[in-house]
Antibody, heavy 118, light 109 residues
Framework: QVQLQESGPGLVKPSQTLSLTCTVS??????????WSWIRQPAGKGLEWIGR???????NYNPSLKSRVTISVDTSKNQFSLKLSSVTAADTAVYYC??????????WGQGTLVTVSS | DIQMTQSPSTLSASVGDRVTITCRAS??????LAWYQQKPGKAPKLLIY???SLESGVPSRFSGSGSGTEFTLTISSLQPDDFATYYC???????????FGPGTKVDIK
């Protein structure tokens, strides 16, 4: 059974960089034709797609965040990561990682709350 | 840039009701549409992919239809466990981005 787990600081100061890691267990991050995504959800609001990475290293980002987002993958650790720079209070949200392919995003992490505050 | 809309934004229904949620794309996405169910404090759960394919383990009362720009999610007989928020998402490997719809909350009438 594939499992994903987000980890990283729960509190980030304004203007700093938010860094999260998603650890994949129960399967190799390199196997299959999957992409690995980050999605966020501010409290009481809808889901916002941040971006995705293929194990080839190819990435796609949400245009509204593209200038501040970097997603990377470390196949040796079975992890992928999110960096979001110059954060503001508007970046406060629950951040999810997920696995996707042509059949949608079938496995999700439980989500981690990141608060941007001084 | 593909935009997704959903209607209604909120739906009040009773157990046993047939429920239909509509999702529209601003341009054709073929059948690259997924539906997710989310309950408070939980991660979204995949229900339907490729517009009409039922994810393994999902009850058969859920069904999806449509292609191009208009899609529907139907719950044939609403159960107590189905009160949740439902999101559509356009996705495919050829699109530069994936986009979620704004969500439809199904609550108890």
């Amino acid at each position: 059974q594939v499992q994903l787990q987000e980890s990283g600081p729960g509190l980030v100061k304004p203007s700093q960089t938010l860094s999260l890691t998603c650890t994949v267990s129960g399967g190799s991050i390199s196997s299959g034709s999957y992409y690995w995504s980050w999605i966020r959800q501010p409290a009481g609001k809808g889901l916002e797609w941040i971006g995705r990475i293929y194990t080839s290293g190819s990435t796609n980002y949400n245009p509204s965040l593209k200038s501040r987002v970097t997603i990377s993958v470390d196949t040796s650790k079975n992890q992928f990561s999110l960096k979001l720079s110059s954060v503001t209070a508007a970046d406060t949200a629950v951040y999810y990682c997920a696995r996707g392919d042509s059949s949608g995003s079938d496995y999700w992490g439980q989500g981690t709350l990141v608060t941007v505050s001084s | 840039d593909i935009q997704m809309t959903q209607s209604p934004s909120t739906l009040s229904a009773s157990v046993g009701d047939r429920v239909t949620i509509t999702c529209r794309a601003s341009q054709s996405i073929s059948s690259w549409l997924a539906w997710y169910q989310q309950k408070p404090g939980k991660a979204p759960k995949l229900l339907i992919y490729k517009a009409s394919s039922l994810e393994s383990g999902v009850p058969s009362r859920f069904s999806g239809s449509g292609s191009g720009t208009e899609f529907t999610l139907t719950i044939s007989s609403l159960q107590p466990d189905d009160f949740a928020t439902y999101y559509c998402q356009q996705y495919n490997s050829y699109s530069l981005r994936c986009t979620f719809g704004p969500g439809t909350k199904v609550d108890i009438k």
